[in-house]
């Protein structure tokens, strides 16, 4: 069965400093990969999703994840954080060892950005 | 395009009770899934209906189920209500293919008293 990982329940950060939440995934064969972003009292948003194109995927609010097939990883990145990026965020994925379009969550991150 | 729209936005129950909730996916969308959020486990997939049938289900118990109808709105139902289905319950449409983007509906928020 897939699975999703993330690494640091909480990750604190400085504003304008590097932001890194790190996902790594089991399956059996690439799966699609997504990142969601969570505010207080909101639903999910996405960020951006690898599809099996380019490794490196550009999303929104100037985040940016690399798909790494050796190190089964995904993590998201920003370079300077934002006291507006301070939300949960969820590693998410599909397919193709399941039909349809059922996700599988990590944890989540909660991201404090200092200022 | 209008998004994901989820009714009622909270609802206060007591065991016991059950409960229906309601989510209208965007437009020309066939696929909708339905997932519990609690602090404990987290974001939890309970189904998906595309076209009116079940396609997925979760590791849920029989109190949870769900239904699709012709025009894609769905409804996910919960009976005899436990004190541990309080939660946010979220709702996605999407057009059904894995990799589509499933875009979430801001949520209803059981309490369960």
């Known amino acids: 069965a897939q699975s999703v990982t993330q690494l640091g329940s909480h990750v604190s950060v400085s504003e304008g400093a590097l932001v890194l939440l790190r996902c790594n995934y089991s399956s059996s064969v690439p799966p699609y990969l997504f990142w969601y972003v969570q505010y207080p009292n909101q639903g999910l948003q996405l960020l951006l999703k690898y599809t099996s194109a380019a490794t490196l995927v550009k999303g929104i609010n100037g985040f940016e994840a690399e798909f790494k097939k050796s190190e089964t990883s995904f993590h998201l990145t920003k370079p300077s954080a934002h006291m507006s990026d301070a939300a949960e965020y969820f590693c998410?994925?599909?397919?193709?060892?399941?039909?349809?379009?059922?996700?599988?969550f990590g944890e989540g991150t909660q991201l404090t950005v200092n200022p | 395009k209008a998004g994901v729209t989820q009714t009622p936005r909270y609802l206060i129950k007591t065991r016991g009770q059950q409960v229906t909730l309601s989510c209208s996916p965007i437009s020309g969308h066939r696929s909708v899934s339905w997932y519990q959020q609690t602090p404990g486990q987290g974001l939890q997939f309970l189904f998906e209906y595309f076209s009116e049938t079940q396609r997925n289900k979760g590791n849920f118990p029989g109190r949870f189920s769900g239904r699709q109808f012709s025009n894609s709105r769905s409804e996910m139902n919960v009976s005899t209500l436990e004190l541990g289905d309080s939660a946010l319950y979220l709702c996605?449409?999407?057009?059904?293919?894995?990799?589509?983007?499933?875009?979430f509906g801001p949520g209803t928020r059981l309490l369960v008293l």
């Open positions: 998410a994925v599909s397919g193709p060892e399941t039909s349809g379009s059922r996700l599988t």
């Open positions: 996605a449409s999407s057009s059904g293919f894995a990799e589509g983007t499933q875009y």
